[in-house]
């Protein structure tokens, strides 16, 4: 931040920094009236007096927390990501599920270079609690190309943080895996009697691709009122295999985003209200049949912070509608009013959360809350113009389903003594769905068959199901000497089916197969008679450190042993092909166990030569089916990163090393295929000089082929050829960002 004085100078680097984030929205011949908004009130804001002092309301990060931190915030199976790895992972990707890249129990997959679906602990997707300022938000599409996480900006995220395993209640239910919460920064201040103008700007370049990014930011505020504009720019052609693989299709992207932040702050209370835009006019999915071709999220959030005499009250609200239409891409064959098959969803949320933190005494907390989620959702395919199979009338997938869910929870934290720490929480999530009628392209003639008396045994059928569910979270913390703390505890954890999974009914291979967020490029049928996933998981960590405030040492190692019962897998009814089958969901019982371990050590810290640290992660986990004895689905294999960071003055450097082992362990009723192992050179660093901040690095630098164990298959290949060839990863690509703060 850079104090300006009133006057033109302040009026003319407005000017500058609005130009600057307006031009790639208004170059796609876009209009919002947020926008506008931002422009008008943004300048005359700053045009009353200069620049001050920021005040930042205090926030807990982990990262940072003390030794007397809460234990519910801080569990030693959470891991934060630090600026430096955030810095780095914008680099290399526009997705904000790559800033956990690197961190312990976590992985990924997805075909969509913005959308990938997070993995903790080798559960997936809906499994993991993903939460956005506070918010839970459910993928509006059968593919699910449209995950938490693709919602925000990765230069937004203030914090990041991911629960591998146990996670308390208050943190949330409905899910088995553990949680991934990111948070935009909380509104700044001016101190009294001042104004704060600042913000940002960052411009991205990355090789492969062709892709380029940009971002930026501008806050206006007093004491007591604070304005902020957030925006950014995403695109890229399709990227390049690694060694000989040559372009993959179907991997390209578009997106823009941009929203308002206004935050009141009064004595010991803070109210925000968030009011955003989201398009994303396409993006290509390789392992799935279709490619998104359009996606606008419009939403509003609130949040209110308050201090009292008997404790602390946060409160927030969400209302989010998404239109979502997918369809094929050129490479796939593109689109037209008499080709393609388009696909449309439109996916109506709205809830609210309430969490009441009760001091009982200087050893005793208690958490009560509250929170109520709706999902809404239509998704019906139009009619194809002259196509006999995709017509002539609209073929209504899900019809008006909703998804509620009503869920209390209580929670209570002890300190025993200065080394004996408890948490105790109990919750309650009551989950009912329902969905309307549904209906086949055609009633009759031959394309109707199956689907038309499917149809009509689903509309005769009672779709109304209630799910009543109960979690318990038992943690213990346990500081035996200055150098070791060890953390053991058990939770169960309850998961009730998504609209998909209960009430998918076309059988037919077109139907069936625009099913599924899998990548397998198997067809999916849902099963209203599913009941919630019940997961019973017990884990210790092992933290070993260095006592003294230097840190200069650090391991932790965490086992840990999942079992689930009614765990929402498939089973096969017929194959279409010898590749691809026609799977339903059902419940099954399952088990997972594995073990994490990450840890750093300072090599050196001398003045002449800055700070070297040593940085290591190793996951491994083993998942399998106890009724069909088959591997688990997306679990991924032995893998590592190991990196050495040095940072001396403005300058900070990396070299990182990724290694996967082969995937030999495979679910076989989903012919998932399986992969070599790999590994992969990285190299990265940054220079900061005043106000800006220059970021370089390389992408697998030796070019390797690759695949990615939980990548799926490339669709293209299954249509035209009936083979199962595994998603290449991107080969070897050359990044580099330019920052700016003012």
């Known amino acids: 931040m850079r104090a300006l004085g009133p006057g033109n100078l302040t009026q003319y680097a407005l000017n500058r920094v609005f130009l600057f984030m307006s031009y790639p929205f208004f170059a796609c011949g876009q209009r919002?009236?947020?926008?506008?908004?931002?422009?008008?009130?943004?300048?005359?804001?700053?045009?009353?007096?200069?620049?001050?002092?920021?005040?930042?309301?205090?926030r807990v990060d982990i990262s940072t927390a003390q030794e007397d931190a809460s234990l519910a915030d801080t569990l030693l199976n959470a891991s934060v990501v630090d600026k430096s790895s955030a810095r780095m992972s914008r680099l290399s990707s526009p997705d904000a599920a790559s800033l956990f890249r690197n961190q312990p129990g976590f992985s990924s997959y997805g075909g969509g270079r913005l959308a990938n679906l997070p993995v903790l602990n080798g559960m997936a997707d809906d499994r993991v609690a993903t939460v956005v300022d506070g918010v839970r938000i459910n993928p509006a599409c059968p593919n699910h190309m449209n995950p938490a996480l693709s919602y925000i900006d990765p230069d937004s995220?203030?914090?990041?943080?991911?629960?591998?395993?146990?996670?308390?209640?208050?943190?949330?239910?409905?899910?088995?895996?553990?949680?991934?919460?990111?948070?935009?920064?909380?509104?700044?201040?001016?101190?009294?009697?001042?104004?704060?103008?600042?913000?940002?700007?960052?411009?991205?370049?990355?090789?492969?691709?062709?892709?380029?990014?940009?971002?930026?930011?501008?806050?206006?505020?007093?004491?007591?009122?604070?304005?902020r504009y957030n925006a950014s720019y995403d695109q890229s052609e399709d990227y390049s295999g690694g060694g000989g693989?040559?372009?993959?299709?179907?991997?390209?992207?578009?997106?823009?985003?941009?929203?308002?932040?206004?935050?009141?702050?009064?004595?010991?209370?803070?109210?925000?209200?968030?009011?955003?835009?989201?398009?994303?006019?396409?993006?290509?999915?390789?392992?799935?049949?279709?490619?998104?071709t359009n996606n606008r999220s419009t939403y509003v959030n609130g949040k209110y912070v308050g201090d009292f005499d008997w404790g602390t009250l946060e409160a927030r609200a969400h209302w989010q509608r998404v239109t979502h239409a997918m369809n094929m891409l050129h490479d796939k064959g593109g689109h037209t009013a008499t080709t393609g098959m388009p696909m449309n969803d439109d996916q109506r949320s709205v809830g609210y959360s309430v969490k009441a933190t009760l001091p009982l005494g200087r050893q005793h907390v208690l958490r009560l809350g509250s929170s109520f989620d709706h999902e809404g959702l239509k998704d019906w395919w139009p009619p194809l113009e002259g196509s006999s199979m995709m017509g002539p009338d609209t073929f209504n997938n899900i019809n008006n389903g909703h998804r509620d869910r009503l869920g209390h929870f209580a929670e209570w934290e002890a300190q025993w003594t200065p080394r004996v720490s408890t948490l105790l929480g109990l919750r309650n999530d009551l989950v009912m769905m329902n969905t309307g009628e549904v209906s086949p392209y055609a009633w009759t003639g031959m394309m109707s068959s199956p689907n038309a008396g499917l149809a009509n045994d689903f509309n005769a059928s009672k779709r109304g199901r209630t799910d009543v569910n109960f979690d318990v979270t038992a943690l213990t913390r346990w500081k035996t000497t200055d150098s070791l703390t060890i953390e053991a505890g058990y939770a169960r954890k309850s998961r009730a089916p998504n609209l998909y999974e209960r009430y998918s009914w076309g059988q037919s291979r077109m139907a069936s197969t625009m099913i599924g967020w899998f990548g397998d490029g198997n067809g999916y049928v849902g099963n209203m008679n599913l009941k919630s996933e019940v997961g019973n998981t017990a884990s210790v960590t092992f933290d070993w450190h260095d006592p003294t405030a230097a840190q200069r040492w650090g391991l932790k190692v965490q086992p840990y042993y999942t079992y689930v019962h009614n765990y929402i897998n498939v089973q096969r009814l017929k194959s279409f092909t010898s590749e691809i089958s026609l799977l339903q969901f059902v419940n099954h019982n399952a088990q997972m166990y594995g073990i994490n371990t990450s840890g750093h050590y300072t090599v050196w810290n001398t003045s002449r030569y800055g700070k070297g640290e040593l940085t290591g992660v190793l996951n491994w986990v083993r998942g399998q089916d106890k009724v069909s004895h088959t591997g688990l689905y997306q679990q991924m294999p032995l893998n590592g990163t190991l990196g050495l960071n040095e940072t001396v003055g403005p300058w900070t450097g990396r070299v990182e090393m990724n290694f996967v082992k082969a995937k030999d362990t495979v679910d076989w009723i989903r012919n998932e295929p399986r992969t070599p192992g790999y590994a992969l050179l990285n190299l990265n660093g940054s220079y900061n000089w005043k106000m800006m901040t220059l970021t370089a690095g390389i992408d697998n630098v030796l070019n390797q082929p690759y695949y990615m164990p939980l990548g799926g298959i490339l669709t293209t290949n299954l249509s035209h050829e009936n083979t199962r060839t595994p998603m290449p990863g991107m080969g070897r690509s050359f990044n580099v960002s330019l920052a700016a703060t003012f």
Request: glycine letters at 12%; charged letters at 15%.
């Open 32 to 58: 919002n009236w947020l926008w506008l908004a931002a422009a008008c009130a943004l300048p005359c804001a700053a045009s009353s007096g200069s620049a001050a002092t920021v005040v930042t309301l205090p």
């Open 157 to 227: 995220v203030e914090t990041a943080t991911a629960v591998a395993g146990i996670t308390s209640v208050s943190n949330g239910g409905d899910s088995l895996g553990g949680t991934i919460d990111v948070e935009r920064a909380d509104p700044r201040f001016a101190r009294h009697g001042k104004i704060l103008f600042t913000g940002r700007a960052r411009g991205t370049y990355r090789s492969n691709g062709g892709g380029y990014s940009a971002a930026g930011s501008m806050t206006v505020a007093n004491d007591t009122f604070s304005l």
């Open 245 to 292: 693989i040559g372009k993959v299709g179907s991997t390209e992207y578009l997106r823009y985003t941009h929203d308002v932040t206004l935050g009141v702050h009064k004595k010991n209370h803070l109210l925000t209200l968030t009011f955003g835009q989201q398009d994303a006019p396409r993006e290509g999915f390789a392992n799935q049949y279709m490619d998104m």
